[in-house]
């Protein structure tokens, strides 16, 4: 089943701690280390194509930007998001002890998706309130919130929303985008650059105009 809503095959997954009202996982929970020996610090990450389309369309739209903005100007929402970036770290460990791999050095204090001060993955942080619950991830919870024309809790997006003819994935597509997607949802929108990046590639397209020009 994960495989097949990720479009890939599945890796080193150890539990679901989300799933659909009908039952199919929403967010899977990875090994801190890899069975290859890689440290792995993004704990949770989403698999339904529904959530993950409709997670990338408020990327699309500079969702991030604000929210990098609000933490930069708001400390109580910038100490909260702290606060889960702590949460994040101890169901990682948690997770860990209770697989078998312990601890994992390379990545302490490394949690996922830009915290504990930015937000660089909605992705991530919507993986993380779902699997936490509400009320450990405020900007995780807000994505929720802000992605209720798509998705909600109540309510099975399940029917249509990946393939399910033929043999599961066998080989990485990952940057391939979900099959099957629900009308109402589309396929994911490419996400933003963030200032950073626009700024930078404005800058190498001013230098290779001029260094052309000479």
Same mark, same amino acid.
């Given at each position: 089943? %994960? /495989?097949?809503?990720?479009? #890939? ?23 801190? #280390?890899?069975?290859?020996?890689? $440290? ?7 698999? !339904?194509?529904?959530?993950? /389309? ?6 699309? *739209? ?22 889960? !970036?702590? =949460?994040?770290? *101890? ?5 860990? *002890? ?17 915290? $504990?001060? #930015?937000?660089?993955? %909605?992705?991530?942080?919507?993986? !993380? ?8 991830? @405020? ?28 043999? =599961? $994935? ?5 940057? !391939?985008?979900?099959?099957?997607? @629900? ?11 963030? #200032? ?5 590639? *404005? ?8 260094? =052309?020009? =000479?």
């Amino acid at each position: 089943m %994960l /495989s097949r809503q990720l479009g #890939r095959p599945v890796r080193d997954v150890v539990e679901i701690p989300a799933r659909c009202v009908c039952g199919n996982p929403l967010v899977a929970a990875t090994s801190p #280390r890899l069975s290859n020996g890689t $440290p792995f610090p993004t704990t949770f990450y989403l698999t !339904h194509p529904v959530i993950t /389309s409709a997670v990338s369309r408020l990327e699309a *739209a500079g969702l991030m930007n604000d929210m990098n903005d609000r933490l930069a100007a708001d400390e109580p929402l910038a100490a909260s998001y702290r606060a889960a !970036h702590e =949460a994040y770290l *101890a169901a990682r460990a948690d997770i860990g *002890a209770r697989s078998g791999i312990g601890d994992v050095p390379e990545i302490d204090g490394v949690s996922a998706g830009g915290m $504990p001060t #930015r937000v660089k993955c %909605l992705h991530v942080l919507v993986g !993380h309130s779902l699997a936490a619950g509400p009320g450990v991830n @405020p900007l995780g919870d807000e994505a929720i919130a802000a992605i209720s024309e798509w998705w909600t809790a109540d309510r099975c997006y399940c029917e249509g929303a990946w393939d399910t003819a033929g043999e =599961a $994935p066998s080989r990485d597509l990952s940057r !391939h985008g979900p099959q099957g997607l @629900p009308d109402i949802v589309g396929r994911p929108a490419p996400v933003r650059k963030s #200032r950073t990046d626009e700024a930078a590639a *404005a800058g190498s397209t001013t230098d290779a105009t001029t260094e =052309a020009g =000479a």
